[in-house]
């Protein structure tokens, strides 16, 4: 499974921005995938996932990101709201397919005060 992630930028305290996570290869055998964090200094954490069409996400970000997943795309997108200096981080997605993790390239997102 390959991942190419795209969008990100940066971006003021309280606005939106988009991030789309592209699938292709085995995407057959995925059988969860969701994006990821991690700031300067800090562990990489979970944001959003999707696994057997339940969705999951970080408590920080409830309510204001919204995982889909376009099936006919292979796409999993991440719309972020309501953005926070807090959210800076390099995005990563990631699918779990054929026993392991697949991870895609960073983007990072900038959120100014």
């Known amino acids: 499974v390959q991942l190419q992630a795209s969008g990100g930028g940066l971006v003021q305290a309280g606005g939106s921005l988009g991030l789309s996570c592209a699938a292709s290869?085995?995407?057959?055998?995925?059988?969860?995938w969701g994006w990821y964090r991690q700031a300067d200094g800090k562990q990489r954490e979970l944001v959003a996932s999707?696994?057997?069409?339940?969705?999951n996400y970080a408590d920080d970000v409830k309510g204001r990101f919204n995982l889909s997943r376009d099936k006919d795309k292979n796409t999993l997108d991440l719309q972020m709201i309501s953005l926070r200096p807090e959210d800076t981080a390099v995005y990563y997605c990631?699918?779990?397919?054929?026993?392991?993790?697949?991870w895609g390239q960073g983007t990072l997102v900038t959120v100014s005060s």
């Open positions: 990631k699918a779990v397919a054929a026993g392991r993790d697949h």
């Open positions: 999707i696994s057997s069409g339940r969705t």
């Open positions: 290869g085995s995407v057959f055998s995925m059988w969860s």
